[in-house]
């Protein structure tokens, strides 16, 4: 079905960056739309970002709306979160997911999952 492998996940301080990589494999990339899921513990999963097959749309949660940014390239087949201004409210497992040709707004729509990568924001 293909496969998703996030990176760049890690600690920093309340006011720094990261930018997430998020490596596909096996699917059509070109096809397919992809999101950014986080969990916080004890609390559900929320989409938080997503960009279209061709990049001309996205859209942002309102918890990260001006402070992170997704992107895609499509030869290297890999999306981007860049995180920036992180709050220590932004603590969670991030995953990438994907979805056959639609940009969607609801986190049970995606077909393919990755395994996530820690984001711990510290004060």
């Known amino acids: 079905q293909g496969r998703l492998v996030e990176s760049g996940g890690g600690s920093v301080h309340a006011g720094g960056s990261l930018r997430l990589s998020c490596q596909a494999s096996?699917?059509?990339?070109?096809?397919?739309?992809f999101g950014w899921v986080r969990q916080a513990p004890g609390k559900e999963r929320e989409l938080i970002a997503g960009?279209?097959?061709?990049?001309?749309?996205?859209f942002y949660g309102d918890s990260v709306a001006g402070r992170f940014t997704i992107s895609r390239d499509n030869p290297r087949w890999t999306v981007f979160l860049q995180m920036d201004s992180l709050e220590p409210e932004d603590t969670a497992v991030y995953y990438c997911?994907?979805?056959?040709?639609?940009?969607?707004?609801?986190?049970?729509?995606?077909?393919?999952w990755g395994q996530g990568t820690q984001v711990t924001v510290s004060s």
């Open positions: 997911a994907a979805k056959w040709t639609q940009l969607v707004g609801f986190v049970k729509e995606y077909d393919v």
């Open positions: 096996g699917l059509s990339f070109g096809q397919y739309a």
């Open positions: 960009i279209g097959r061709g990049s001309t749309r996205t």
